[in-house]
């Protein structure tokens, strides 16, 4: 995963995480659009997980392969 991607990508999970949240407290529990929303914020939080193993899985190759 190369470096710019990963950036934008984490960037789009942080704007998910944040904006689901923020709506989240000001959305009514049970309403279609709390549902919505949280399906959202999930969503964001398993992109930025993936995100993350990603980033540490290829650091741990390139450092298996490159010695440093």
């Known amino acids: 995963m190369g470096p710019q991607i990963g ?3 984490l960037g789009w999970a942080a ?3 944040l904006a689901s949240g ?4 000001t ?11 949280l399906f959202t914020l999930c969503l964001g939080l398993l992109l930025g997980l993936v995100v993350v193993a990603g980033v540490l899985y290829t650091r ?5 392969e490159g010695g440093n």
């Open 22 to 25: 923020v709506l989240l407290l």
């Open 7 to 9: 950036r934008a990508a």
């Open 27 to 37: 959305l009514t529990p049970g309403t279609p659009e709390f549902v919505v929303t």
């Open 60 to 64: 741990r190759r390139d450092k298996r």
């Open 15 to 17: 704007f998910l995480v």
